[in-house]
């Protein structure tokens, strides 16, 4: 067990610690670092953290992290709006954009259906989704670009027979993706050619 010098470096330690993929030890060494550094760093630190959770808003129409109502890829004229990829969560939107690949347009569903964890279809933006689609005139295709785990594939599913009788084309990313890995985790160029050499869906 750490014994700490400071019951404030322990509380900081003890709130670094929380976020993912840091142990009490990195965490620690992160604390003793700010300690260290300018008083200014922290309030730097401190302050870019208050006004990412005050500040951050989410597109009203891909539900995409967004500055403003609508987000850039949205508003943007140099996008392909007759394509809307779907993903689980703007991790997966900033992996696909890092391939160079993909110029259409998204959805963030903020989840898969797990009934596992409580997740169905209601906590999900899927109903903005099949809203979003029949509203466009410009709209040919829907991607699922989910991560290929059964949750994934239930929702990827789900949506598929949500859409039958849309003249809508419906396809998959390619299986290059590992079966039960995450889009985020996935090398750009393999993600790239899943997208590239994505498969059609039975309706």
Known sequence: MIQYPSKYIEKAVEEISKLPGIGKKTALRLALHLLKENESTSHLLANSLIDLRTKTRYCTHCHNISDDEICNICISHRRDKSIICVVEDTRDVLAIENTGQYTGLYHVLNGVI??????????????????????????????????????????????????????????????????????????????????????????
Do not use: C, H, W
């Open 114 to 203: 797990s009934p596992m964890d409580g997740i169905g279809p209601s906590e999900l933006t899927i109903d903005s989704l099949i809203n979003r689609v029949k509203a466009s005139e410009e709209l040919k295709e829907i991607i699922f670009a989910l991560s290929p785990t059964m949750e994934g594939d239930t929702t990827s599913f789900y949506l598929t027979k949500k859409m039958k009788g849309l003249q809508l084309e419906l396809s998959t990313i390619a299986r290059g993706v590992p079966i039960g890995g995450d889009l985020e985790y996935t090398d750009e160029i393999t993600l790239g050619r899943s997208i590239i050499s994505r498969t059609k869906n039975d309706q």
